[in-house]
C-alpha cells in the first residue's frame, strides 16, 4: 500500500475531511518542511458552504463555490490528497482505513463536519432535503424550478397552488437565506418568464420552532430579519413545529399545508465517523474535545470544525466557518509546536461575529456591540463572502455574476439536469 | 385543459424541441403577431451542443453553455413554453400529447434531434457513455476525473495503468474534440496536481472504424488532425472497429485494451418521436422530409435539425447547428407566408463550412475552397463559437472562462459530484 510509504523520518499527519477545518489544516502544514500530511475526503472538492444556498436558488454554478481539493493544495509537494471513503479510525494501531487501503498516522485530525438531522424522522428526507453538498443543492434547483413548471402547465387550481408553495423548516441563517433567495426569484426573476401563472402568488413560509427566528442574534435583529423576510412575501411561522412531512405537503400542529417543495434546514447532527473514535459524544453525535482540540487519552488525534464541541463559558461554539479555520490553524499549530516538544496554550475563538442575508440587498450583521442591518448589513456581506472565497478566479467570476445578477434581475444557472433519464 | 385555450382566431404553431431548430422557429415566429406559439421541450434549458465536449473535460460549467428557454423567449408574449415529455403525436386529429395534457396546432414542428447509438448493442451504453445531454457531459467529466483519482491512490500497475487509459470511439468531430481535450488536460493541467502519478503516462486511444478521421473534410485536413492530436498524445487507430464493450475494457478486433474509460460518439439515431409520425424513415430513424421540410401527406407538419433526413445531390445534410438553425428560419418564414396564402421555394442549404477542435490551439477549418488548419482554424473557432454562443452573458463569461484557462493551463470547473450518495 502505498500510502503507508514514509519519506524519511518526518511525522506522517493524516487529515480526514477537506472542509473548512482539514484544509486549513493541510496549508498551515504545508508551508513547514518538518511533516508529510496526507488530506482524505470522499469529495474531490472543497466546498464554500455559506454560498450553498446561492447554487439552490440558481444564483450561482457549483464550480463558482467549489474548486479541487488538488488544486487548492498543489504547491505544497509534501501535501497528498487522496478521495475516498474513510471506513475505520484506529486509534491503538494509528491507522485510518478506507476504499483507499490503509494510512498509517503520527497525527491525525478528524474534520468531518456534519450532515442534516430529521430527529428521528428519517423518512422525511426524501420530502425535505436538507442543504450540505453540492449534490443537496443542483437537487434543490431541480425542486424549486419543477414546480414552477408544473404551475405554468397545468390549469388545476389545487394542483398550482401546491406547486406554488413554498415550505422553508428552520429558521437558522440557512433557513432564512434560502427563504430571501425564493422570495426575491419569485418577485423579480420569475415573472417575466412564465405566461400561464402569476409568480408573485406564490406562498413562502418559514417555519421555527422557537420563537424567533435567528435566535443567536440580538432580538431587534431577529425583528428586523422578520420585517425584512415579509417585504419579500415571506411568512414567517415561530412557535411551530413541523409534526409530519409527506410528498403532498406537511402538518404544522394542527395545520396542514399542501405543497410540492419542503426544504429541511432545521437540524444537523455528526458525521458518523466520530463513533468511531470511542470517546464521549454529545447529544448531536459530535466529539467533545479537550481545550487543546485534542481527545481523552489521544494527544495525537484531533478534532475540529463543526464535528467539535468545544465547551466554553457560553456553550459549545457555533458550527460556523470561522471556527472551523481557526482551529484548523491551531491543530496545524499544536502539531508542529508537539514535534519540537514544545506545549501550546488552550484553544481560543475570537469571536468576529455573525451575519446571515435576506435577499438581494439586506442582511443582519452583529460583531461586538455593532448591529447592522439592511443594505449597510448586506455590503458588509457581500464583502467578507468574497474575500474569504477560496481562490482568486473563483472571487472574480462570483462578483461578476453578483453584478451582472443585481443589474438585470437574472438567475444565471436556472439549470434543472435530470440523471440517469432516457433522452427522448 | 388550458393548453387548448385560443387566443382569439390566430393559428398556433406547436414546436416539439428546443434546440437550434425549434428554438429559431420560436423566435421568428415570436416577431410576428399572426400566429400564437407553444414550444414544448423535456428539457428547460437550451443546450449550445458544440460546446458540450468542453463541460465534459471540465473547462465550462454547464450554465455557461445552457440557458433556460423561457429566459430565451421572455421577450415573445406570444410564445409559450411548457417542459415535458411528448408521448403522441395525432397528425389526423392535430394533437400532441404528453404529460402536460393534449395541444391542438395548425401548424406543427418536430425537431426532437438524434441521441447516441450502439449499432444494436445497447448494452455497452452503460460502460461507454455518449454526449448528448448535460447529464452526459457531467457523468463523463466524473468518470475521467475519477479515473485520475483512482490511479493516484492505487499502487498496483495494472490498476493504474487500466485507469490511466482513455478509449474515444468515433473519430468524428466530437470523438476528435474529446480526444485532444484528454491529451491537453493530462499534459497541462493534471501534472502539477497529482504526486504518487504522472498523468504524462496517459495512453489515449481514438478507434475509428473508416480510413481516416474527420471523413467529411478534405483528406489533407484529416492527416492535419491526426497529427495534431499525436502530438498531444493520442493514438489513432483507423480501419478499426470495435467488437465488445465490457465494465473492464473494449475489444478492438483482436486486440484487447484495459480500461476504466470508454467514451462513445460513433453513432446517432433518431428520436422515437419520428415513429409517432407514420411517415417513412431512413436507416437511421430520420423523416425523410419533401423540399420544404414538410412530411409527406401534411403540409402543416415539419421537421427540421438534426431529425430531418433531406435529399439533396451530395446526399443527406449532415447533423450540425447551421443546418438546423437555416432550418428553422425557414420554417418560420413557411408558416408565415402559408397562412397569406403564399407558396415558398424549397429549402436551400447555404453551406458555411465546417470545423473541428483539436486542443487548445489548433483546429481545422473548411469554407468553400479554403481550409484552414492549425492556430489561425482556432482563432476562427474559437471567434465564431462565442459569436453563436446564445446570450450576451454567456459569451462574456465563456471568454473570460477560456482567457483564464489559456493562461493559466487550468480546469475551473474539475467537480465530481456523486448523486444519491450518502453523504459520510
Given at each position: 500500500m502505498r500510502n503507508n510509504k514514509k519519506t524519511g523520518s518526518r511525522p506522517t499527519v493524516v487529515i480526514i475531511g477537506g472542509g473548512f477545518a482539514g484544509l486549513k489544516t493541510a496549508k498551515v502544514l504545508g508551508h513547514s518542511k518538518?511533516?508529510?500530511?496526507?488530506?482524505?475526503?470522499?469529495?474531490?472538492?472543497?466546498?464554500?458552504?455559506?454560498?450553498?444556498?446561492?447554487?439552490?436558488?440558481?444564483?450561482?454554478?457549483?464550480?463558482?463555490?467549489?474548486r479541487p481539493i488538488r488544486s487548492l493544495l498543489s504547491r505544497y509537494p509534501r501535501v497528498r490528497v487522496l478521495r475516498g471513503d474513510v471506513t475505520g479510525v484506529d486509534t491503538d494501531a494509528k491507522t485510518v482505513v478506507g476504499g483507499f487501503g490503509a494510512v498509517s498516522y503520527d497525527y491525525l485530525l478528524v474534520a468531518t463536519g456534519v450532515r442534516t438531522s430529521y430527529f428521528g424522522n428519517d423518512d422525511w428526507e426524501k420530502h425535505a432535503p436538507g442543504l450540505k453538498s453540492l449534490a443537496d443543492a443542483t437537487?434543490?434547483?431541480?425542486?424549486?424550478?419543477?414546480?414552477?413548471?408544473?404551475a405554468e402547465a397545468f390549469d388545476d387550481p389545487v394542483i398550482?397552488?401546491?406547486?406554488?408553495?413554498?415550505?422553508?423548516?428552520?429558521?437558522?441563517?440557512?433557513?432564512?437565506?434560502?427563504?430571501?433567495?425564493?422570495?426575491?426569484m419569485t418577485r423579480f426573476c420569475l415573472s417575466r418568464d412564465f405566461?400561464?401563472?402569476?409568480?408573485?402568488?406564490?406562498?413562502?413560509?418559514?417555519?421555527?420552532?422557537?420563537?424567533?427566528?435567528?435566535?443567536?442574534?440580538?432580538?431587534?435583529?431577529?425583528?428586523?430579519?422578520?420585517r425584512d423576510l415579509e417585504s419579500l412575501g415571506v411568512q414567517v411561522w415561530t412557535d411551530s413545529r413541523v409534526s409530519a412531512v409527506d410528498e403532498h405537503g406537511v402538518n404544522v400542529g394542527e395545520e396542514r399545508i399542501?405543497?410540492?417543495?419542503?426544504?429541511w434546514s432545521a437540524g444537523v447532527r455528526a458525521s458518523p465517523l466520530a463513533e468511531a473514535l470511542c470517546v464521549p459524544l454529545d447529544r448531536m453525535g459530535r466529539v467533545i474535545v479537550e481545550p487543546d482540540l485534542s481527545i481523552p487519552g489521544h494527544p495525537e488525534v484531533f478534532v475540529a470544525g463543526?464535528?467539535?464541541?468545544?465547551?466554553?463559558?457560553?456553550?459549545?461554539?457555533?458550527?460556523?466557518a470561522p471556527v472551523a479555520v481557526q482551529q484548523g490553524t491551531y491543530v496545524a499549530q499544536k502539531?508542529?509546536?508537539?514535534?519540537?516538544?514544545?506545549?501550546?496554550?488552550?484553544?481560543?475563538?475570537?469571536?468576529?461575529?455573525?451575519?446571515?442575508?435576506?435577499?438581494?440587498?439586506?442582511?443582519?450583521?452583529?460583531?461586538?456591540?455593532?448591529?447592522?442591518?439592511?443594505?449597510?448589513?448586506?455590503?458588509?456581506?457581500?464583502?467578507?463572502?468574497?474575500?474569504?472565497?477560496?481562490?482568486?478566479?473563483?472571487?472574480?467570476?462570483?462578483?461578476?455574476q453578483w453584478t451582472w445578477s443585481y443589474v438585470t434581475f437574472g438567475r444565471g444557472a436556472r439549470l434543472i439536469v435530470d440523471h440517469n433519464e432516457d433522452d427522448a
Open positions: 518538518s511533516v508529510d500530511v496526507v488530506l482524505i475526503d470522499r469529495q474531490n472538492h472543497h466546498l464554500f458552504q455559506p454560498l450553498l444556498y446561492q447554487v439552490a436558488m440558481a444564483g450561482l454554478s457549483p464550480a463558482e463555490i467549489a437537487e434543490i434547483r431541480r425542486q424549486v424550478l419543477l414546480a414552477f413548471e408544473r398550482r397552488k401546491a406547486n406554488l408553495t413554498f415550505v422553508i423548516v428552520g429558521g437558522g441563517p440557512t433557513g432564512v437565506e434560502l427563504a430571501g433567495a425564493i422570495g426575491e405566461r400561464a401563472i402569476d409568480p408573485k402568488l406564490t406562498r413562502i413560509i418559514l417555519i421555527e420552532a422557537g420563537s424567533r427566528i435567528l435566535k443567536m442574534f440580538d432580538p431587534a435583529l431577529s425583528a428586523r430579519a422578520t399542501e405543497t410540492q417543495t419542503v426544504l463543526d464535528l467539535a464541541h468545544l465547551h466554553t463559558p457560553e456553550g459549545p461554539l457555533p458550527g460556523i502539531i508542529l509546536e508537539s514535534i519540537k516538544g514544545r506545549s501550546t496554550p488552550p484553544f481560543v475563538y475570537r469571536d468576529k461575529g455573525q451575519m446571515a442575508t435576506i435577499g438581494r440587498s439586506r442582511a443582519v450583521v452583529e460583531s461586538g456591540r455593532m448591529r447592522l442591518s439592511g443594505f449597510i448589513a448586506w455590503c458588509a456581506w457581500l464583502f467578507i463572502h468574497i474575500y474569504y472565497l477560496s481562490g482568486f478566479k473563483n472571487r472574480i467570476f462570483v462578483l461578476l
